[in-house]
């Protein structure tokens, strides 16, 4: 079984021993608890939670159809895009792990993983409508739905990997608000039949397990993304 342990936002508290004595050292317990001691900057040594979750992710076999678990790939990119800029120099690893909500305290159920395309016309124009009607903000969102977007091929004839500067270009053009990852590699391409763009995977996020694999479409309309997105959280009930 795979147990990852994820670092909070902030820094971590220096553990101070100050005018301590050899014969009265603090109690192991606290540090084997995952607390941490005298954090902050106040004189009033309180214990506070410490800043990472751990956690177990569902086991092996992984597969790449429906029903399956999906494999906790990690690609380079950004978890919060807007905040890092779009900027390239500032790539860390998303890994699908990080989407995992055993427990229900994380705000989605469900996890979209988007895979497009530079050179791909159905995928700009999905991308240019969730950035002109905020549809990500006001009605993917609130639904409990967390967006993945990748990018694997950049927009040459023929197509090629897309590059850091693609993805940059991207996250930029289109003001991308959620974690997107870049897929030279094909790592979420290997989901979809070739040449299939943009393609789309909906994960039940307490499981892991792939609920619906999706080809092309809009994000609105009948049998577009959204109805997908309604259909699958209706079976998770």
């Not at 694999?213 to 609105?220: I, P």
Request: with cysteine; charged share 15%.
């Amino acid at each position: 079984m795979k147990t990852v342990l994820y670092a909070g936002v902030g820094a971590l508290a220096l553990l101070t021993m100050a005018c301590g004595s050899e014969s009265d050292p603090p109690k192991q317990g606290e540090f084997d608890h995952g607390t941490v001691v005298n954090a902050g900057t106040g004189g009033g040594g309180n214990v506070t939670k410490a800043p990472f979750d751990s956690f177990t992710y569902p086991e092996a076999p992984y597969g790449t159809q429906v029903d399956s678990i999906i494999e906790p790939v990690a690609l380079l990119g950004w978890l919060a895009p807007a905040e890092k800029g779009y900027d390239a120099a500032a790539f860390e690893p998303v890994n699908i792990a990080e989407f995992y909500n055993p427990d229900g305290k994380k705000p989605w159920k469900l996890l979209w993983i988007n895979s497009s395309a530079v050179w791909c016309g159905p995928c700009n124009a999905e991308y240019a409508q969730m950035r002109d009607e905020d549809t990500y903000e006001q009605e993917i969102k609130p639904k409990g739905v967390q967006v993945f977007g990748t990018l694997m091929e950049n927009g040459a004839n023929p197509p090629g990997p897309a590059t850091p500067a693609n993805l940059a270009s991207w996250g930029t053009k289109y003001q991308v608000k959620f974690p997107m990852g870049l897929d030279p590699a094909f790592k979420i391409g290997l989901y979809f039949e070739q040449g299939t763009v943009p393609g789309g995977l909906l994960v039940d996020t307490k499981t892991m397990k792939i609920v619906a694999k999706l080809a092309g479409g809009a994000v609105t309309g009948p049998s577009g993304v959204l109805a997908e997105m309604d259909a699958a959280l209706a079976q998770l009930q």
